[in-house]
């Protein structure tokens, strides 16, 4: 596994205590990541996103979404053996596990199911106290010297 030292971005920077563990968890799954089933995320407006994963073949209590601690994971599992037989078997039915990292103030607004698509709806609420902000600079202010 790969590691990355992230030394000099910490120097001029506060609050990205998580980037390095991103960065490492994002190296680790990208290689060992199968590809299935395949996702799009897609940017709707400013502050909307959805993240759309192709789940043919599974019903909606074959599926299990679930947040913690800012990781959104997808679950798909299927009955394994439903007693038909094959000469060929080309439809993946498989278990899955996909995971995204969510940013800070991303929020899970729902989840749809339409043509064997799945589509997690995503919104970014910034609070009120993290908006930018423009600070004056009171000219008046006396400087009190302290001996």
């Known amino acids: ?10 120097r001029n920077s506060v609050g ?7 960065l490492n968890n994002a190296l680790a799954s990208d290689s060992a990541s199968s590809g299935y089933p395949p996702y799009n ?8 996103y ?3 994963l192709a789940v043919a073949g599974f019903a909606e209590e074959d599926l299990d979404i679930n ?3 800012g990781v959104l994971t997808v679950k798909g599992s299927q009955a394994k053996d439903d007693g038909r037989k094959f000469l060929h ?13 969510l940013a800070d103030y991303i929020e899970v607004t729902g ?10 709806s995503l919104l970014k609420e910034i609070p009120e106290a993290m ?10 202010s006396k400087v009190i010297e302290q001996k």
């Open 89 to 101: 078997k080309g439809i993946a039915n498989r278990t899955f596990e996909r995971k995204f990292n």
């Open 50 to 52: 959805a993240i759309t």
């Open 131 to 140: 908006k930018p902000k423009k600070i004056s600079i009171n000219a008046n």
């Open 1 to 10: 596994m790969n590691t990355i030292d992230l030394t000099p971005i910490y």
């Open 16 to 22: 990205f205590d998580r980037m390095a563990s991103l």
């Open 67 to 69: 947040i913690e601690k």
């Open 111 to 120: 989840a749809d199911m339409n043509l064997g698509l799945l589509t997690i």
């Open 41 to 48: 995320i897609e940017i709707l407006d400013e502050n909307r």
